[in-house]
């Protein structure tokens, strides 16, 4: 299981390495390059899902993010 992920901003292109947590979703994560606020898109469980290059622990073990 990875616990890094790149995030990128849709706004700006910005990419940030960032550790996702392993006990919870990370609902809203600010861009460090234009300050956006990001959230997931529609379907998607946690920004990291929707904008990151993998996506969270729960979902890479075949699960789903309560």
């Known amino acids: ?3 890094r992920s790149t995030l990128t901003c849709p706004e700006c292109g910005h990419q ?3 550790t996702m947590p392993t006990d919870a ?3 809203f994560y600010d861009c460090k390059g234009c300050g956006t606020r990001l959230k997931p898109r529609a379907g998607d469980c946690c920004v990291f899902c ?3 290059s993998v ?3 729960p979902i890479q073990a075949g699960g789903c993010c309560s």
Do not use: K
Request: include cysteine; hydrophobic fraction near 40%; aromatic fraction near 14%.
């Open 1 to 3: 299981m990875q616990l």
């Open 25 to 27: 979703c990370q609902f």
């Open 55 to 57: 996506p969270c622990p």
């Open 16 to 18: 940030a390495a960032e």
């Open 50 to 52: 929707s904008f990151g």
